[in-house]
């Protein structure tokens, strides 16, 4: 007895999650991209969200393919013949394709320097596309009916508001001192980042009160170093606080703090990430 142990690994690693929060990021870069056709005071921001969007898509392409185990096997998702639709992963594969090609045409027309219908109308496909890339990353998680925490038909929901967070407030750092562009961005986090912190709360209300496993993946999430990095972090300071402070800035029609909210939100939806991830998977490594 005891001569064979097996060791339990998790199934998705941590490259996921960095790729979870650049996707997140440029999903919310593209939208901000065409926000620029409907609201004049982010105009300052449509070329700096394209290019960032675009080049987010190489860093999350390359971590995809890094994290194959036959790194070439990503030529398949070019293959019709191959896919199998009946995967959310061929869906996803496709969705991103479809991303970059539409976003170097975008980027193309906005070298032209015009304003032109062509170039709007690039920008709402491209907008459009993005808001698949956050969709289906949150739809893969949430068919695992073995994974309390993701079998929930809320997670896409969440991974777009993180997405629509972080975008805003990547935007808020680019904007610098943009006066205008810097109201609207406040109220994208501030609005965004409170629904992220709704949500959590009924997922975490739903887990604690689940069956076993539910406890058990609970406890994970909320206590030791996992359990710092997604409440002490990604909820404290990544999700209350900035929240606080945008409301207060909102309040006084003060800037101050915007920069720093910011940063909190990027902070914060990253530990969300990782812990959303990584944690609901350690309670298969301890059995």
């Not at 009946?86 to 991303?99: D, H, K, Q, Y």
């Not at 073995?146 to 967070?165: D, G, Q």
Request: charged share 10%.
């Amino acid at each position: 007895m005891g001569d064979y142990v097996w060791f339990h690994d998790v199934s998705w690693h941590a490259t996921y999650a960095i790729y979870f929060f650049v996707i997140g990021i440029l999903a919310g870069l593209s939208f901000l991209s065409y926000g620029s056709w409907m609201m004049p005071a982010l105009r300052p921001l449509r070329e700096k969200a394209a290019y960032g969007s675009l080049g987010l898509l190489v860093v999350g392409g390359l971590l995809l393919i890094a994290d194959l185990s036959q790194p070439l096997r990503f030529l398949n998702i070019l293959n019709p013949a191959y896919l199998h639709f009946t995967s959310p992963l061929a869906w996803g594969a496709l969705n991103i394709v479809a991303f970059g090609v539409c976003s170097l045409l975008y980027i193309v027309e906005l070298r032209k320097g015009e304003e032109s219908v062509r170039g709007k109308t690039l920008a709402m496909v491209t907008a459009l596309l993005a808001l698949g890339l956050p969709i289906y990353t949150g739809y893969d998680l949430s068919v695992h009916q073995s994974r309390p925490m993701w079998n929930t038909p809320i997670m896409p929901v969440l991974f777009v508001a993180l997405a629509i967070a972080s975008g805003s407030a990547v935007g808020t750092l680019l904007a610098g001192g943009n006066q205008a562009a810097q109201k609207i961005l406040r109220e994208f986090m501030l609005w965004s980042t409170a629904a992220v912190g709704v949500m959590l709360i009924g997922i975490l209300g739903t887990t604690n009160y689940g069956g076993s496993a539910e406890e058990l993946t609970f406890m994970i999430l909320t206590t030791g170093t996992m359990g710092m990095l997604f409440i002490g972090v990604g909820f404290l300071a990544g999700t209350a606080a900035p929240v606080a402070m945008l409301f207060f800035a909102h309040l006084k029609e003060r800037t101050t703090g915007l920069f720093l909210a910011a940063i909190l939100i990027l902070l914060g939806s990253a530990a969300l990430r990782y812990a959303l991830l990584m944690g609901p998977q350690q309670l298969q490594t301890l059995y």
